[in-house]
């Protein structure tokens, strides 16, 4: 008798086994998934970040243009690189602030200028997340104030180091 109790007992550590395997594993999959989703959303934020900022010291008149074409510039190796992202299209709004004409002490006027980029990834384990669509719709939005002062476009403030050039 005593050899059925400790087949008994090896069967049972194997099943307590592999039900805490199972779980360790889905669970460390839910948290690949949620760094995937949050890395994604900090680079779509720091496109549309880079794109408002090169939107506001373009010298040319067809800024959603420029915007577009930083973010599609931004998001080209991202997109090689990962099947991650499904798709993302760039939107631009040059504002005045609130709807009013505001103007500084000179007397010019102040814009606001805002990038918003929207797009979709792709939940890989989207059934771990009780989903029933594998897609997340997300967005991505930058606001700036465009400096009146020529000046200051291309450093922080008097005195500063101008900023590096990029090629973006």
Known sequence: MPCFRKMEERGQALIEGLLITVIVT???FAAIQVCIVVVEDMYANYAAFYATRKVIVAENKNIA????KTVRKFFAPYMLSSKSI???KT?????????????????????????KIAYDTRIIFYKLF????????????????????????????????EFKKSNV
């Open 26 to 28: 889905v669970l460390l």
């Open 86 to 88: 499904l798709n993302y």
């Open 130 to 161: 009780n989903l029933f669509v594998p897609i997340r719709e997300q967005s991505a939005r930058a606001r700036m104030v465009k400096s009146p002062d020529r000046d200051f476009y291309n450093k922080a403030y008097p005195g500063a180091k």
């Open 91 to 115: 939107t631009h709004w040059d504002e005045t602030i609130l709807g009013n004409k505001k103007e500084d002490h000179s007397g010019n006027q102040i814009k606001k200028h805002n990038v």
């Open 65 to 68: 243009d420029v915007a577009s």
